[in-house]
């Protein structure tokens, strides 16, 4: 939770559903996707919930409130990719305190080691290239981002996947 107060967030005692955003955010370094790790944003207390769902691991806000804050209104419950925003009020919440909260550095020159001119990287919205400064961006309901670091992929991702 410490990360959740550095990247300028409350935490909450259980997930908060006034406004809630789900985002997708691919990440590709030479080509190759790179796994966004569940449970960002959620932690802390014993009754965080931590199971299999279809196969893959989930981590889950607890059916009943923490004792202390445990969940972050920016957070991810599996590897999909999917950011969720679950709010108690409407909050723009951008990419850079995602990256905060996973503990990787994001600035305009560099992601996590990664860094311009030797390892440059481009973002990408809804498949168009992101030409301003991408820690600005705000996450949006159903929107698309990929980060590619180095080479791009063979396709750039442009839609929110489905299924």
């Known amino acids: 939770m410490s990360r959740v107060a550095a990247a300028g967030l409350p935490g909450f005692k259980e997930e908060q559903l006034?406004?809630?955003v789900h985002?997708?955010?691919d990440i590709f370094v030479d080509g190759q996707p790179v796994t966004i790790p569940q449970g960002i944003g959620i932690g802390g207390d014993p009754?965080?919930?931590y199971f299999t769902y279809q196969g893959r691991p989930v981590v889950g806000a607890p059916q009943s409130p923490c004792r202390r804050p445990c969940v972050s209104p920016l957070h991810t419950h599996d590897a999909s990719g999917i950011l969720h925003v679950a709010n108690d009020k409407e909050r723009q919440i951008t990419l850079e305190?995602?990256?905060t909260e996973w503990g990787v550095r994001f600035t305009p020159d560099c992601v996590g080691a990664y860094c311009a001119p030797e390892k440059?990287?481009?973002v990408y919205v809804g498949g168009k290239e992101y030409?301003?400064?991408p820690t600005?961006?705000?996450?949006?309901d159903q929107e698309e981002i990929a980060l590619v670091i180095g080479t791009p992929p063979t396709t750039i991702p442009s839609k929110f996947p489905t299924g």
Do not use: C, E, P, S
């Open 18 to 20: 006034f406004f809630h």
């Open 23 to 25: 985002a997708h955010l």
């Open 47 to 49: 009754k965080v919930r």
């Open 97 to 99: 305190q995602f990256f």
């Open 120 to 122: 440059a990287y481009k």
């Open 131 to 133: 030409t301003g400064d």
């Open 136 to 140: 600005g961006i705000v996450l949006k």
